[in-house]
């Protein structure tokens, strides 16, 4: 088992920044990327960013240029910076970790809120 504890969600003004951090502890040697989905009212849940243990990084189309994710595998912990934030970043932020094999593990979501 793998167990996921986000920090660092909040409100913030249109334009600002926030990090979100997420760390992973358990069986994390059965993980082989982290990464954060977000969940508007009424969507579905969308990817975010992702990064695998070598550095690979993938980034949805609508946060490019404004997120950067980044972890520190020593601390077993993946950190989102986002910045230039837009009312239309607002949602839930899930905090994932996959799996060589078997379903990902979730965390339990950290609220984000961006104000015009």
């Known amino acids: 088992q793998v167990q996921l504890v986000e920090s660092g969600g909040g409100l913030v003004q249109a334009g600002g920044s926030l990090r979100l951090s997420c760390a992973a502890s358990?069986?994390?040697?059965?993980?082989?990327?982290m990464g954060w989905y977000r969940q508007a009212p009424g969507k579905q849940r969308e990817l975010v960013a992702v990064?695998?243990?070598?550095?690979?990084?993938t980034y949805a189309d609508s946060v490019k240029g404004r997120f950067t994710i980044s972890r520190d595998n020593a601390k077993s912990t993946v950190y989102l910076q986002m910045n230039s934030l837009k009312p239309e970043d607002t949602a839930v932020y899930y905090c994932?970790?996959?799996?060589?094999?078997?379903?990902?593990?979730w965390g339990q979501g950290t609220q984000v809120t961006v104000a015009s």
């Open positions: 990064i695998t243990y070598g550095g690979t990084t």
């Open positions: 358990g069986s994390i040697f059965s993980i082989n990327a």
């Open positions: 994932t970790a996959r799996r060589f094999t078997g379903n990902p593990y």
